[in-house]
């Protein structure tokens, strides 16, 4: 089954730039006002690990394992 990650995306809203935060169940929230399309990416760029799989497996959950 593939698995559906948050996306963050600079948009426009009158004179302001925000983010447009759409998460993985579908929901979309705006964040932020930002004077420019590049500032709103740059807040993205700093807020990419949102958008990261996330591993089922516990951290850690290998110690102790044999190599396979």
Do not use: C
């Not at 963050?8 to 705006?30: A, D």
Request: hydrophobic content about 40%.
């Amino acid at each position: 089954m593939a698995q559906v990650n948050t996306v963050l995306l600079p948009m426009r809203q009158g004179s302001i730039w925000r983010v447009q935060i759409v998460w993985p169940n579908g929901s979309v929230h705006y964040f932020g006002s930002f004077k420019s399309e590049k500032e709103a990416a740059a807040w993205i760029t700093t807020h990419a690990w949102m958008t990261k799989t996330v591993s089922s497996k516990p951290p850690n959950s290998d110690k102790g394992a044999p190599p396979e």
